[in-house]
């Protein structure tokens, strides 16, 4: 069975700092694609960023970047230079290939503050 | 371009009501995603479509709940008899086949 796991609940940050939040996976299936979403208290789900299975260099979009480490199964977002506008709920989630029926599941979130 | 579109955007309305959700995916996606999130589960997939076809809806809590999707740019999600734990933001989403999801704005659904 598939699985995501964020396990930071909530993270804060200086405002211009930069911050990592954690993602784990657990997938049999050798093709998906980890995801990263964001949602601010308006509500909306805002796409960040996408890492594919067999990628070999990390993602990157903009201030974002994806640390794919695939042996140990982690999809971590790192946030540089944070703003007060990245305030928000962040969202890991998980694709699996056509074997899963491009199912996708979401972690549970971490929420993130930023500090003035 | 337009997003996905979802309506309404927030509906109340008595226990044992039917409730119609509705949504307009991006045109030319070809998958279509109804999600549920609450403060308690999180976000949870309902069911999925694929060219029109319901794919996965292992997702639905129970039979009071039924999506369709009668052609490629109009799906519904219906709730008949509603009840209050049903309270939550429905999502709508939509996709290319392994590209990421859009989401809609959500329908927030509040059952009395």
């Known amino acids: 069975a598939q699985k995501i796991t964020q396990t930071q609940p909530g993270m804060f940050v200086q405002e211009k700092e930069a911050v990592t939040l954690d993602c784990t996976y657990d997938?049999?299936?050798?093709?998906?694609?980890l995801f990263w979403y964001k949602q601010p208290s308006s509500g909306e789900m805002i796409f960040l960023i996408y890492q594919g299975s067999y990628d070999q260099q990390n993602a990157t979009e903009g201030r974002y970047s994806l640390n794919f480490q695939k042996a140990r199964k982690s999809a971590n977002l790192v946030i540089s230079a944070s703003q007060l506008g990245d305030s928000a709920m962040y969202f890991c989630a998980m694709r699996e290939g056509r074997t899963g029926g491009f199912k996708t599941i979401f972690g549970a979130g971490t929420r993130l503050f930023v500090k003035a | 371009d337009a997003g996905v579109i979802q309506s309404p955007r927030h509906e109340v309305t008595e226990m044992g009501q039917e409730v119609t959700l509705r949504c307009k995916p991006i045109?030319?996606?070809?998958?279509l995603f109804w999600y549920r999130q609450t403060m308690m589960r999180g976000l949870e997939l309902l069911i999925y479509?694929?060219?029109?076809?319901?794919?996965?809806d292992s997702g639905m809590p129970e039979d009071r709940f039924s999506a369709k999707m009668p052609n490629a740019s109009f799906s519904t999600l219906k709730i008949q008899p509603s009840e209050p734990r049903d309270s939550a933001v429905y999502f709508c989403?939509?996709?290319?086949?392994?590209?990421?999801?859009?989401f809609g704005d959500g329908t927030r659904l509040s059952i009395l």
């Open positions: 479509f694929n060219n029109n076809v319901p794919i996965d």
């Open positions: 989403a939509s996709s290319l086949s392994g590209q990421p999801q859009h």
């Open positions: 045109s030319g996606h070809d998958y």
């Open positions: 997938t049999s299936d050798p093709s998906y694609g």
